[in-house]
């Protein structure tokens, strides 16, 4: 199993699309994922098309195990997983969430670490969406996490999420950024095309491989998938941004795990 974090601390940087559409591609191609959404905004759940739930604080706070706090939903995505067999199980979040954004590290990293444990042998990859500013809850997912990619959207103060999530990693001594790639790309724009290139610079693997080739193209597929609260990969697959999304999920899969099981 691959714990895979997704992490920006500043918003709009399509942290939460990219999470829940390589989540949704993995699932497509038969792997089994589980999501876990801990940012007390929810839109990870919200995006696909699930209500937020109190499971992913109960759970941190010690009042269910593991097993209740993941929702498997029944008939909502079928017809996209039929094919080769995939899954797609959620850890749902909600504003509850917010209580835990002080609280120390150690042990919500415990916890979630606990949670990975627990559900192990269920599922292929964890990918885990975490709020879009410092916090606990960011930092325990930084340290739970096999390994963490960033996407940087293009406009103003790019760079300064990605500095960010780096400069928390090497602070605490989590998991160091695995990649990084640049989303919303106009590719009309040579700014948008060298901002993307630049990007893929900055992080390489955990192996020390160079960064990440692929960068999503700016398409309005991506809103609405999100009004409709399906997954990109759901959606429309023949997107510019679904067809660039799985490409990026052929990079991950091809990468080495870090962890040794």
């Known amino acids: 199993m691959r714990v895979i974090a997704f992490s920006n ?3 709009g940087s399509s942290k939460t699309t990219s999470s829940l559409a390589v989540g949704a591609e993995l699932a497509r191609r038969g792997r089994r994922v589980l999501l876990v959404d801990l940012d007390p905004q929810a839109t990870l759940t919200k995006s696909a098309g699930l ?16 097993e209740a706090a993941v929702l498997r939903p029944e008939g909502l995505w079928d017809d996209a997983l039929a094919e080769n067999g995939g899954a797609l199980h959620l850890v749902p979040a909600s504003r509850q969430l917010v209580q835990f954004e002080g609280q120390a590290v150690a042990r919500l990293a415990n916890r979630l670490v606990a949670l ?7 599922y292929d990859f964890v990918v885990i969406d975490s709020p879009p500013q410092a916090s606990a809850l960011v930092t325990a997912t930084l340290a ?48 948008d095309l060298d901002l993307a290139e630049y990007v893929a610079q900055q992080a390489t693997g955990p192996d020390g491989e160079g960064g990440l080739k692929t960068y999503i193209r700016e398409t309005v597929r991506v809103r609405e998938s999100e009004m409709a609260r399906v997954p990109l990969p759901f959606y ?8 660039d999304y799985a490409a990026l999920a052929d990079e991950i899969e091809a990468r080495p795990s870090p962890r040794i099981v």
């Open 236 to 243: 429309d697959r023949s997107s510019t941004a679904a067809q």
């Open 116 to 122: 990975l444990d627990a559900v192990e042998a269920d």
């Open 9 to 11: 601390l500043k918003g």
């Open 144 to 191: 739970s996490a096999d390994e963490v990619y960033v996407p940087v959207a293009s406009g103003r103060g790019a760079l300064d999420g990605l500095v960010d999530v780096v400069e928390l990693s090497k602070r605490f001594g989590t998991t160091p950024v695995s990649g990084a790639f640049a989303t919303r790309v106009n590719v009309s724009s040579h700014h």
């Open 51 to 66: 209500d937020p739930s109190h499971a992913a604080a109960r759970y941190l706070k010690g009042e269910v195990e593991a």
